[in-house]
Nanobody, 113 residues
């Protein structure tokens, strides 16, 4: 299974930004779809965004216009740029590959005044 390592989480105030990274142990050039999910305290895991090699990007309604997913195949890394963060964005964020079911360990994002 591919190893995925997320990083970049932290504590920010509402309106601020964070950029999450997901480093893959396998070349991303051969991987079509990569997802970001999140799990807020006491809630089910929620799909956030995906990026594909051909079609492009898709976002959950709750983050569209604020979050941007991108990939750097040369660095085997996927990013999630999160702008205008809100308290309801607080969650552990995970990247996920559907090709083999891999999940990373997650990175915590906390948005609080």
């Amino acid at each position: 299974q591919v190893q995925l390592v997320e990083s970049g989480g932290g504590l920010v105030q509402p309106g601020e930004s964070l950029r999450l990274s997901c480093a893959s142990s396998r070349s991303l050039s051969s991987i079509n779809i990569i997802h970001w999910y999140r799990r807020a305290p006491g809630k089910e895991r929620e799909w956030v965004a995906q990026i594909t090699r051909i079609i492009g990007t898709s976002y959950a309604a709750s983050v569209k216009g604020r979050f941007t997913i991108s990939r750097d195949n040369a660095k085997n890394t996927v990013y999630l740029q999160m702008n205008n963060l809100k308290p309801e964005d607080r969650a552990v964020y995970y990247c996920h590959l559907t090709i083999d079911g891999s999940w990373g360990q997650g990175t915590q994002v906390t948005v609080a005044s």
